[in-house]
């Protein structure tokens, strides 16, 4: 992955909302499989050095992915996604919510929307961007996930990302 391909991360209490902007330098289909398949998914859905465990998912309109992020010592912190609209390859959106280990979701949540898009980049290879809006339910729960290190540990986590597609475009 190159550094200089572009990211950008902005939090508008105002509306709630924070919005990050990420390039991967691979294809659009390996960068949708990375986010829409829990094999690929649990490889990179948390900031180092925690990690990813998920226990179901069922990736469709109205399926759910349930899955928790897993400390060093053992420590969960589980979440729930209900998946609210999937259009292939160009974009889902879900409704998110931390949850216990028993799926019983701490509201309020936050809805989540992603977009894809294949682009050239600089070399004339494909790049793919991918746009993410996610408007929170309440301040409260936004200024938690901030307070929590939502910043850093989900750019991290993209980070983790773009090394991770960077080894699986070169097998």
Same mark, same amino acid.
């Given at each position: 992955?190159?550094?200089?391909? /572009?990211?950008?991360? %902005? ?5 709630? %909302?924070? &919005? ?71 974009? &889902? ?14 509201? /309020? ?41 939502? %910043? ?20």
């Amino acid at each position: 992955m190159s550094s200089s391909l /572009p990211f950008d991360f %902005t939090v508008d209490k105002s509306t709630k %909302t924070v &919005f990050v902007n990420r390039v991967f330098d691979a294809e659009l289909s390996l960068v949708w499989d990375a986010f829409t398949k829990p094999e690929i998914l649990d490889q990179w859905w948390a900031p180092k050095p925690w990690s990813s465990k998920t226990k179901f998912m069922n990736f469709e309109v109205g399926g759910r992915r349930f899955y928790a992020m897993v400390s060093p010592e053992g420590a969960a912190r589980w979440s729930i996604q209900k998946y609210t609209s999937i259009t292939p390859k160009t974009n &889902f959106k879900f409704a998110g919510a931390f949850a216990d280990e028993n799926e019983n979701p701490d509201l /309020p949540g936050s809805d989540w929307d992603f977009t894809f898009s294949e682009q050239t980049g600089s070399e004339g290879d494909p790049v793919t961007k991918v746009s993410i809006t996610i408007k929170n339910e309440s301040l409260e729960r936004m200024e938690r996930m901030i307070e929590m290190g939502f %910043t850093q540990g989900f750019a991290m986590t993209l980070n983790s990302l773009g090394e991770l597609l960077k080894s699986l475009s070169q097998k």
